[in-house]
């Protein structure tokens, strides 16, 4: 069994900042890319930010420059730091994790279960 763990989500102004964590946990052999996607009300999951195993970044061209990712592998978890926060940036945030949870299992991709953020202007 694998989990993924978000943290940190919650209300801020715009202009403001939040910190989004996410730990995975379970049976896990090795860690491939993580990521961060969000899901406004009436609109699609997006791909927000992600990196891969060697820590290189991808970013939505909408956070670019505002937003950080970040992973500390020793402890399986992914960061989003979020500055200059604009009300667009409301929606629920998911962490995705592809995860091999043995040397002869494939890599599988696992979700959080959401954290909100809400940015008031």
């Known amino acids: 069994q694998v989990q993924l763990v978000e943290s940190g989500g919650g209300l801020a102004q715009a202009g403001g900042s939040l910190r989004l964590s996410c730990a995975a946990s379970?049976?896990?052999?090795?860690?491939?890319?993580m990521g961060w996607y969000r899901q406004a009300p009436g609109n699609k999951r997006e791909l927000v930010a992600a990196i891969n195993s060697g820590g290189s970044p991808t970013y939505a061209d909408s956070v670019k420059g505002r937003f950080t990712i970040s992973r500390d592998n020793a402890k399986n978890t992914v960061y989003l730091q979020m500055n200059s926060l604009k009300s667009e940036d409301t929606a629920a945030y998911y962490c995705?994790?592809?995860?091999?949870?043995?040397?002869?299992?494939?890599?599988?991709?696992?979700w959080g279960q959401g954290t909100q953020v809400t940015v008031s202007s």
């Open positions: 379970g049976s896990i052999f090795s860690i491939n890319a």
């Open positions: 995705n994790a592809e995860i091999r949870t043995s040397l002869d299992r494939l890599l599988q991709k696992y």
